[in-house]
């Protein structure tokens, strides 16, 4: 990385980000790090689903596909042009190699092919920066949880670009939990927004599933046993003949999950002696944990904020958003910039 001198911040900053980390091909427009002209979004879950999970080799494929298609309807959406942008921005890490290198080099070879500054964004800054869209009051310090199909972190943001990991997941993603809980229940891939639902119509305190937590560790979590225990219980009834009611598994291992994910967000702010906490990342659209943070939030006279579904999951106006504080700061990058699959955030 290369820094250089900071932007001044009395004109505009129309940044291209590119976001290509897992199985969405994303590209999008965003100015100055909170208003989204363009936010295209190709999934291909349909692909995957008949897998039952991403394949890694599928994915990078359908990104090269999909990429250049992607970036030339995010500027048309946006009415703009490439000699229109400030800047590239393109998630480098955390993600699937094959799938960050597409991202990468398109964003170099426009990069280099345009003259334009290039900024890499680590992808759970991105999910995190998902707040400040929505949120135009929302500037750091605060409280966020991170819950994505890849991670669960509970992150002091400190300042934009500045963050500390109070707690994270010892072993399984929430969202791999509800992927995994949900194919045991035959509901099919992508299984958080398939139990979200089927939940709705079940009794959360039907059966009693152990909390994910972590002896000594009261801000970190471990969702396999969790996860265990689920399948044991339909093993269990399985065995004994007795019938199961997939709602209300589904209703109570959602509340095992939720339950513990706010008590430790709630510590963590109490601890941090903020008064704003955030909810990041493809679970923070599941409507029990937005329900459960709101309540408590309320209960203890704090800020809750979330981005809408589409800013959750996987998307491009996200990076976007986290690439614009960067650049201002005068972060760029050099052609030798690299995937990163195991990126650690605040790393460059
Ligand atoms: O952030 P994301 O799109 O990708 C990663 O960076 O991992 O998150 C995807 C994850 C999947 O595990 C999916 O099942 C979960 O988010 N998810 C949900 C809901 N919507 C998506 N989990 C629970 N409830 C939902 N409504
Ligand atoms: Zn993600």
Do not use: W
């Not at 992808?123 to 750091?140: C, F, Q, R, T, V």
């Not at 969202?175 to 099919?188: Q, Y």
């Not at 972060?331 to 460059?348: T, W």
């Amino acid at each position: 990385m290369t820094g250089e001198t900071e932007v001044s911040n009395t004109e505009d900053v129309y940044i291209l980000a590119i976001e290509s980390s897992c199985d969405e091909t994303a590209a999008a427009v965003v100015k100055n790090g909170r208003e989204v002209l363009s936010n295209v979004i190709s999934s291909q879950i349909d692909l995957h689903k008949l897998y039952g999970g991403v394949v890694p080799e599928i994915a990078s494929r359908k990104h090269i596909e999909r990429i250049n298609q992607v970036i030339e309807e995010a500027l048309a959406v946006a009415k703009m042009s490439l000699d229109d942008m400030n800047a590239i921005a393109v998630t480098y890490g955390p993600g699937l190699v094959g799938a960050l290198l597409v991202g990468v080099a398109e964003a170099k070879a426009i990069s280099y092919a345009k003259n334009l500054p290039l900024v890499g964004v680590h992808h759970i800054e991105g999910h995190i920066s998902a707040n400040y869209i929505e949120n135009k009051d929302l500037e750091p310090p605060f409280i966020c949880l991170v819950v994505s199909g890849g991670h669960t972190h509970l992150v002091r943001v400190r300042d934009y670009g500045e963050y500390e990991i109070l707690g994270r997941t010892r072993d399984d993603a929430a969202g791999e939990a509800f992927d995994k809980v949900a194919r045991a229940i035959g509901l099919g891939y992508p299984g958080g927004p398939k139990i979200d639902s089927l939940a709705k119509k079940g009794n959360p305190d039907a059966i009693v599933f152990p909390k994910a937590k972590v002896a000594d560790a009261p801000f970190d979590f471990s969702f396999s046993g969790l996860k265990s225990a689920v399948l044991n219980y339909l093993n269990g009834c399985k065995m004994k003949g007795e019938p199961i009611v997939e709602a209300d598994v589904a209703a109570s291992f959602q509340k095992a999950v939720v339950d513990v994910l706010i008590e430790h967000a709630m510590l963590a702010v109490r601890e941090s002696g903020l008064d704003k906490f955030a909810l990041a990342g493809g679970v923070a659209s599941n409507s029990a944990l937005r329900a459960a943070a709101e309540a408590a939030c309320k209960d203890n006279g704090i800020h809750f904020y979330h981005p809408s579904p589409i800013l959750c999951t996987d998307n491009a106006a996200m990076i976007g958003a986290a690439a614009y504080y960067d650049y201002i700061r005068g972060v760029r990058h050099g052609f030798d910039l690299n995937a990163v699959p195991a990126l650690k955030l605040g790393e460059r």
